[in-house]
């Protein structure tokens, strides 16, 4: 009897030993490689490991090479601003304020924030929240901060079109320069997430990786994003959320009722640093009779 014990215990702890291994690797091959640098370096930072091993594995995590390549060909002075100043656009901005104009006054009474203005800036960020990005925020700042490592910076500028990209040099300028930064908005993404309890991989946003109805980076979130319909939550893919968090952005940089122009176009210009975007928004709160855009 000890003898087939024995036995058979030897056998249990032989099968264990051999398959342990398996399945580690198994594991490890699930994890993207692209990114192992970052993850290691948000556990250095706090975040849980199992989250991120959690997150990591997901199929849907990739290297976005489509995506982050804007960021090297982008020119803001391209887009067509004049397309919000149109007739049927105004008219369309009317409509979403006297539907939303509660919100609206009630930001207007809690941060002195132009209904008008807040208006313009759903309306040029993301048509009243019909075009908020089709890109994973996750993704793209994972890239993002996955380019402080050469490897990833030439797998980046390979994949970038020939004719559009910069010079090898100002590109690995850039490339170091948001990746620091993306790194920030990554620490600030998760933590929303995991605050809010939102699955990180099902965001989609801009290529930037900005989100929701007013376009907010996560730091903003954290910092600026505000409870509009009282819900207990933060929630900028609603429409109370994105205007009381408009209006507390606005309100943080600077905005005060009866502000003057050029004090005005410093705050905007804030919001998004292109003198094309905050004349848009201006000219917009103009045509939907703000005062303050004129001044």
């Known amino acids: 009897m000890p003898?087939?014990?024995?036995?058979?215990?030897?056998?249990?702890?032989?099968?264990?030993?051999?398959?342990?291994?398996?399945?580690?690797?198994?594991?490890?091959?699930?994890?993207?490689?692209?990114?192992?640098?970052v993850r290691k370096r948000l556990v250095k930072d706090g975040f849980s490991p199992e989250r991120l091993e959690s997150i990591f594995s997901d199929p849907e995590v990739f290297f976005d090479a489509k995506n982050v390549s804007l960021f090297f060909i982008h020119l803001e002075g391209s887009l067509n601003y004049k397309q919000f100043a149109t007739r049927t656009s105004i008219s369309r901005a009317k409509a979403y304020m006297d539907k939303h104009r509660k919100?609206?006054?009630?930001?207007?009474?809690?941060?002195?924030?132009?209904?008008?203005?807040?208006?313009?800036?759903?309306?040029?960020?993301?048509?009243f929240g019909k075009i908020v990005g089709n890109s994973s925020v996750l993704n793209v700042l994972?890239?993002?901060?996955?380019?402080?490592?050469?490897?990833?910076?030439?797998?980046?500028?390979?994949?970038t079109p020939a004719k559009k990209r910069l010079s090898r040099k100002k590109f690995k300028q850039k490339a170091l320069k948001k990746s620091n930064?993306?790194?920030?908005?990554?620490?600030?993404?998760?933590?929303?997430?995991?605050?809010?309890?939102?699955?990180?991989?099902?965001?989609?946003?801009?290529?930037?990786g900005a989100m929701g109805i007013p376009q907010f980076m996560p730091s903003n979130?954290?910092?600026?994003?505000?409870?509009?319909?009282?819900?207990?939550?933060?929630?900028?893919?609603?429409?109370?959320?994105?205007?009381?968090?408009?209006?507390?952005?606005?309100?943080?940089?600077?905005?005060?009722?009866?502000?003057?122009?050029?004090?005005?176009?410093?705050?905007?210009?804030?919001?998004?640093?292109?003198?094309?975007?905050?004349?848009a928004i201006l000219g917009v709160a103009k045509l939907l009779g703000s005062q303050e855009a004129g001044h």
């Not at 941060?111 to 008008?116: A, T």
Request: hydrophobic content about 45%; some cysteine.
């Open 142 to 159: 994972l890239t993002l901060s996955s380019l402080s490592d050469k490897k990833a910076r030439d797998m980046l500028w390979i994949k």
């Open 221 to 279: 979130i954290l910092t600026l994003a505000r409870d509009g319909d009282m819900d207990g939550k933060i929630d900028l893919f609603s429409h109370a959320d994105a205007i009381m968090s408009v209006a507390s952005y606005l309100k943080h940089h600077g905005w005060r009722s009866g502000i003057a122009r050029k004090k005005a176009r410093k705050v905007i210009f804030a919001y998004n640093r292109s003198v094309y975007y905050v004349d």
């Open 103 to 127: 919100t609206l006054d009630l930001a207007k009474k809690k941060h002195g924030s132009s209904p008008e203005v807040i208006t313009a800036i759903i309306l040029v960020e993301s048509r």
């Open 3 to 37: 003898d087939i014990f024995f036995r058979r215990f030897f056998a249990v702890a032989l099968f264990n030993v051999a398959f342990r291994p398996v399945c580690v690797v198994a594991m490890e091959q699930k994890i993207n490689p692209d990114f192992e640098a």
């Open 181 to 208: 930064w993306a790194y920030k908005e990554l620490k600030a993404f998760l933590t929303h997430t995991r605050k809010e309890k939102i699955d990180p991989v099902k965001i989609r946003g801009s290529y930037a």
